[in-house]
């Protein structure tokens, strides 16, 4: 491994954290919109409060699963990419339900922390 590749290695590396911090970060805002809308249905219990609250818990779990879904696929190896029949179809499946369990997850873990400290006991 010589100087250019290492520099090179080691620009795709960063533009790597980059974008991943970058995506996340856009996710993460949903999450946040969504905590506090909800947390002001909490305390008016408007029921359009709670339709946006839901509607945008929805969105931010979908937009975390599909980011999650295409880092899933971006680490496929090419012997997983040339599988064919039921295993790409179950592959697929498994992947899916990952990331939206996950997204799921994430999103009850983050609304929980941001709804502490937005209202302490």
């Known amino acids: 491994m010589g100087i250019p590749h290492f520099w090179t290695s080691l620009e795709t590396l960063a533009s790597r954290i980059w974008k991943a911090a970058d995506d996340a970060w856009k996710v993460l805002r949903w999450i946040a919109a969504s905590a506090a809308i909800l947390s002001v249905y909490d305390q008016t219990l408007n029921p359009t409060t709670l339709a946006l ?43 899916f339900l990952l990331a939206i369990g996950f997204a799921f997850m994430v999103w009850v873990g983050v609304a929980a922390l941001y709804l502490e400290v937005l209202q302490p006991s």
Do not use: Q
């Not at 980011?67 to 090419?78: G, P, S, V």
């Open 53 to 95: 609250g839901i509607g945008l818990a929805v969105f931010a779990v979908g937009s975390l699963a599909a980011l999650m879904y295409r880092w899933f696929i971006d680490a496929l190896t090419e012997k997983g990419r040339s599988t064919e029949g039921w295993l790409t179809v179950v592959m697929a499946l498994m992947f």
